[in-house]
């Protein structure tokens, strides 16, 4: 069964905070709250001339599920904003390929994209057009069902609308304009080129069109933009401004970053989360060959060995190899390859298929099938858009690197891993790159920058682009276990020989070649001084080229240089757990609840004591504790009719569809149905709200009975924690039979990533998420990492399942800033908070359950809740002292 990953999960979650925050506010307040939420510093919003409509962006490297996370996120906007039961869906997709397997697989049963959809709206209630076929929607389906039109961009995306058919009068569109008014003047009008070419009246000129885009702008459609990136111009702004929506939401890899037109980020996803989650084969092993009959013969040889491990997999697995050969004017063509590899590596033909713009070897073919026998896919240029095939493992590129792009962009389809789910053999998880080119670093400068397109961030590439050894004889030495990095070479030739001073000669040696050019090998670091000086060798372009070789370069070395990479490991550390009927169980904020008796929603008055409805002529106004959402009426001609049910809905009713909206784990059902029984008595009859206002604004009212129940779930727990942690804590132990790892190589950090000039020694990781280069939380960070009795130190993620350490608070989890190794083997946990926050009341818990946890350890485990000054005058050098000891 499909279930969304963590990370697809946490960025749904960010985006109904936001659009629930929007609707009942603004929607830059909202925006910006959103990054609070996620410990990101705010960042403005952006309007772009849409007034108060949400217009966010979600990032989300390539591979990682943009679209099922797209089908997901229509029953987030419907719930969240919309607040309408069936929406209309506009999906826009960048191309025509890309248009087709999405219409297919939404209008597949089965699968997940479509079952996401037919999950919240039901397989009767949900139906999907190509924008060619929107003649076919029914008035009488609009607002009953959930419609979603798939088209490209490019087909809205015109200056002169005339020309286009979605902007056109059809005459099947009449009857959705019937009695339709337009007060705010939204809708475009019959023009005399309209009577003319589509033989209407001229007493029908400056009346409503019947078009597909006045009925999109009638009904206000959610938009979901796939790769909008490349779309985002003035002209994409007014097309979309045409449609009226209510709602645009856009998936890329790789966001429009430009002063004007920047997306608005509302949540980005790492690399690093999507290998955390199993979504792609990390790292890459590169292997640069000297002549292309090596890398070919590699890349074989790699599949081989690939399928010899797949086989001991509980799943079928079927490794792959795309080979790229040259076009008809160069040495290595199609036939050339085919030939080699039949005639010189004693390949079945039927193993081997060609999939070119001329050649289609792979239609109609089920490469997952485990009857097919392609094991070696040739072809020229990037395989058409949208081709995924996770078993393709290997990529090997006859061609130089350097004048080849097609080289970079297949690279992305060897990433995606099989069924998302790791490998039992640590070689299936990896994926791999043999190239015709001898230089490492020119052929790392060329994918580092397609990585970088593809979404990674510039030391994720550093930590996942491994050079491999084309002389080893078994490629495999060591493949189940982790990486273990030395620092690299970095070897050049420069056609000047660079003067260098006398004191650099050790780590740099200066060959000059036959060639009369000078081979440059640089061991380690290359120093700013050395760089200065090797810049001064080349001009223009390769200046900038030469540049960026060298800071690729100092990545990998820093990268290296990590514990995690060198082989060493962190060790566990013990956690809280509690004991419940003769038991040890790791302490969760749910235990809580549970510390003095199972705690019940019926010990809670039924009300919602801040929930009105105001009644005007035209809307009817929700106040949910000041946070204001009016409703307006479908027909503007009508007063409301406060009395009116519609279907003569009763409130059973009313019931039936709360409960699932507000249901939560660890409440029991019919403690909830008996508490809704009792609170919509209560607001139809002691409040005196009309069954119909509740009716209307339903989706208002489960959000604040859900709001409600947490107020009431947090006031148990806030009792139990104080009685857990200061009367009671007997039955609490810091126990290491419950322990928590932090793995080598599972560090999913998120953007924005460290890359200041200061260098960290002994953080475990290579990556640091979330450090500043500067402020307070910088110079504790530093004085740990110098500190003489740190073995390692870890800066600590937050809500990373798997990845975080964290400690249980009265309301959600404490995830404190650092996690230290101490040398004599004591852990040390340490939680910075600036002197504003040292004493509110959420430290104040924070201290309480670290110095719990450090208590109940029997020595081994500290804990120190830092401060820049603490109450007597101590930096936090001295307080690191003070809690680890002599």
Known sequence: MFALKDYQTRA?????????????????????QSYLDQGLPPIAYR?????????VCLRLPTGGGKTVLASYAVSVVQKAYLEQDYPVVLWLVPTNTIREQTLEALKTVGHPYRQALENEFGLDRLRVFDVGEVTQIRRQDIGRKTLVIVGTLAALRVEDTSGRKVYAYHE??????????????????ISEKDVQENGLRIEDIGKIKASFANLLALHQPLVIMDEAHNARTKLTFDTLKRLHPACIVEFSATPDVSATSASNVLYRCSASELKAEHMIKLPIVLTEHKDWQAAVRDAYLTRKKLAAEAGNESDYVRPIVLYQAEAKNGEVTVEVLKTHLIEQLKIDEREIAIATGNQRGLDGINLFARDCSINYIITIEALKEGWDCSFAYVFCSVKDVKSSKDAEQLLGRVLRMPYAKRRNSEALNRAYAHLASPDFAVVAKQLTDKLIDMGFEAMEVAENLVQGNPNQNDIFDGANASFVRTEPALRLELDTKPELSPDLFANVVVTETKQNTYAIEIKGEVSAETKAQLLKTVTGSQKQQ???????????????????????????????????????????????????????????????????????????????????LVYRLADQNQAYNWDWVPNAFSENDLLFWLEPQVRQIGLIPAQLRSFLVKLIANLTKSQGLPLTGLVRSKYALARAVREQIEIFRQQAANKGFQYALFEDNDGLETRFDHVFEFSPGYYPARPPLYEGRYQFSNHFYPVIEDLKESGEEFECAKLIDSHPK?????????????????????KGWF???????????????VEYKGKVYATNDDSREKRAVGELWARKSGGKCLFLMAELKDAQGKGVFQQLDDVIGL
């Open 12 to 32: 749904l979650s960010a985006l109904s905070t936001f659009l629930s925050d929007a609707r009942s506010g603004s929607v830059a307040e909202a925006f910006q």
């Open 47 to 55: 309007h772009y001339d849409f007034g108060e409509l949400p217009y």
């Open 172 to 189: 099947d569109f009449e009857a959705h304009f019937v009695g339709a008014t337009d007060p705010e003047n939204k809708l475009d009008r």
């Open 546 to 628: 030469l540049s960026a070789q060298i800071e690729q370069h100092n990545l990998r070395v820093a990268v290296a240089r990590a514990p995690s990479q060198r082989g060493e490991v962190f060790a566990p550390l013990p956690q809280l757990c509690w004991k419940q009927d003769n038991f040890w169980q790791l302490l969760d904020n749910e235990a809580f609840l549970h510390w003095r008796g199972d705690w019940s929603l019926l010990d809670f008055p039924a009300e919602l004591p801040h929930f009105k409805l105001v009644q005007t002529e035209h809307t009817f106004e929700v106040d949910m504790a000041g946070k204001k």
């Open 790 to 810: 740190v073995k390692h130190w870890i800066r600590n993620l937050v809500n990373r399942d798997g990845a975080s350490l964290r400690f249980p608070l009265a």
């Open 815 to 829: 995830y404190p800033d650092f996690v230290v190794e101490l040398l004599d083997g004591r852990m040390l946990v």
